[in-house]
């Protein structure tokens, strides 16, 4: 590598400096206001306004800083424009000018991506393999013409690439996924089941659409090698864009023959071994380690690893070990220790006291994992935690259809009206002994009318009159029994808000 092209990467990562410095909530701050619109141009001093906006509160003289570190670093470029100012003082503030730069402001968005990516499984775009195919065929027929629409020429070559680079990065992107799940020793239970699901069904499906697609667009790519120069010179543009110092600008993709090899490359074996390939490999790869967990599961569910080096081990402490001391390991390997229980005192209720045995003491719960397995892991899934919303609305609905036959229980009584000889709902019934209960309840004399007990329901809009009727009743029927109220007559009537007596509302007012 030459001297320049070492200045050069050494440049390159100097872009990248502003990531991991000191101030890099700052710096970030920053390349967002320069990468927010295109052909940005700002003071400090409008920098430093506008980050107030935000919430980040930086002096003009930091943003200053900031901005020139960043101007060294290559991310921001000075901008020369003439300003139109009134005071010294404000041609000071704005003499020096910011831009982004081309990398710059291209390594902050990847940055800025990077950041706000998430974890997880990503799909992968195989449906534009069907796509690439049909539009590769259109190519190939457009290049074998002798004058084909340009526009149409050119659209179909730049979405051709496009999916391409969405394709390769989403199934780049999975795959790189996978290692992170195939090195975990730990999967069981649902994320295996999960795990599973995703290799037997999605990376199958996967791999039967690029097997399926693969074989087509290589063939494809091979019939456009004839006509690859043909189509070159038709995609080559009218006019050419150059650079400052006279070189060609930078073509979209598939302008170049350099494009169609790596395109080549990466769907047949030209040059190499081709992605679909990989894919398979990997597959096979991530298909064995599934195997792998599931004999580890079995293994572990069975009779459990070997332990035949712990013993070995265990023998070999018991060889060079006294008397007392091989009846203290013993017991510490093997838990089995004297037939003694352990109490703290009487305040612990109906614990068994110490001078009971275990043959005659009641057994104790052991659990059915710790009996089995030997060990305490839980099992099953967690209960999931219900939901107070949909709890709030089964009551409210509950207590709307309670008041509803409560309110209609009201109606048939209220339209009874002298309840003797009449037939009840259930419904009425209760409400009826629940008004009668209140009217009851307290002493009262009788009135004028031979009425020993009112009571009055707002909520029903009714009042139940009780009139004492010595050697009369009232008897309701009922699907469920009869009513029988001894001496007293029952009657309901719509209830009637009674109006203040005068001498009452004088009283209330003084």
Request: net charge negative; hydrophobic share 45%.
């Amino acid at each position: 590598m030459s001297q320049e092209e070492q200045r050069e990467r050494a440049l390159r990562r100097d872009l990248l400096r502003y990531v991991t410095a000191e101030v890099a909530d700052d710096y970030a701050a920053i390349m967002d206001l320069f990468t927010a619109n295109l052909l940005v141009d700002l003071s400090a001093a409008e920098v430093a306004e506008r980050l107030r906006t935000t919430g980040v509160h930086l002096s003009t003289d930091d943003v200053e800083t900031r901005c020139e570190q960043l101007l060294a670093w290559g991310n921001l470029v000075p901008s020369f424009r003439d300003t139109r100012v009134k005071t010294i003082a404000e041609y000071m503030r704005s003499r020096a000018r910011y831009q982004p730069s081309k990398l710059g402001g291209m390594v902050h968005r990847q940055v800025t991506d990077l950041m706000s990516e998430v974890g997880g499984v990503r799909e992968v775009a195989r449906e534009l393999l069907g796509g690439m195919v049909t539009n590769l065929q259109g190519i190939v027929r457009a290049a074998g013409e002798g004058s084909p629409d340009l526009d149409s020429l050119a659209g179909d070559v730049s979405r051709l690439f496009a999916d391409h680079q969405l394709f390769a990065d989403s199934v780049a992107e999975f795959y790189g996924h996978l290692p992170t799940v195939l090195s975990r020793f730990d999967l069981a239970g649902e994320e295996y089941v999960a795990f599973k699901e995703l290799l037997v069904t999605y990376v199958h499906l996967v791999s039967a659409d690029v097997s399926r697609h693969a074989p087509a667009l290589g063939s494809l790519l091979g019939q456009l090698e004839l006509n690859l120069g043909h189509l070159l010179d038709l995609l080559a543009p009218t006019v050419a864009l150059q650079n400052v110092d006279g070189t060609a600008a930078k073509r979209s993709p598939g302008r170049t023959e350099e494009d169609w090899d790596a395109l080549v490359a990466y769907y047949t074996a030209t040059g190499g071994r081709a992605v679909p390939d990989q894919l398979r490999a990997a597959t096979d790869a991530a298909l064995n380690q599934l195997l792998v967990n599931a004999k580890r599961m079995l293994a572990a569910a069975g009779t459990g690893i070997s332990r035949h080096t712990d013993l070995r081990r265990l023998a070999q402490w018991f060889a060079v070990a006294g008397t007392q001391d091989c009846h203290r390991i013993f017991d510490a390997v093997f838990g089995l220790y004297p037939a003694r229980h352990v109490t703290v005192g009487p305040e612990e209720g109906d614990l068994v006291p110490p001078a009971t045995s275990w043959w005659v003491a009641d057994p104790v719960d052991v659990p059915v994992s710790l009996r089995e397995r030997g060990d305490r892991a839980a099992r099953g899934r967690t209960s999931s935690v219900p939901d107070p919303g949909l709890e709030a609305l089964r009551l409210q609905d509950e207590a709307a259809e309670e008041a509803a036959a409560r309110s209609a229980a009201g109606a048939e009584l209220m339209a009874a009206g002298d309840l003797h000889g009449t037939r009840l709902s259930p419904a009425a019934r209760d409400v009826l002994l629940e008004l009668l209960a209140d009217a009851l309840g307290t002493d009262s004399v009788p009135d004028e009318d031979g009425a020993v007990g009112v009571c009055e329901a707002p909520d029903l809009g009714v009042t139940l009159t009780v009139r004492a009727q010595r050697g009369d009743a009232t008897v309701c029927t009922s699907v469920d029994g009869v009513l029988h109220v001894a001496d007293l007559r029952l009657a309901v009537h719509p209830l009637q808000v009674r109006a203040a007596e005068p001498a009452s509302l004088a009283q209330a007012a003084r």
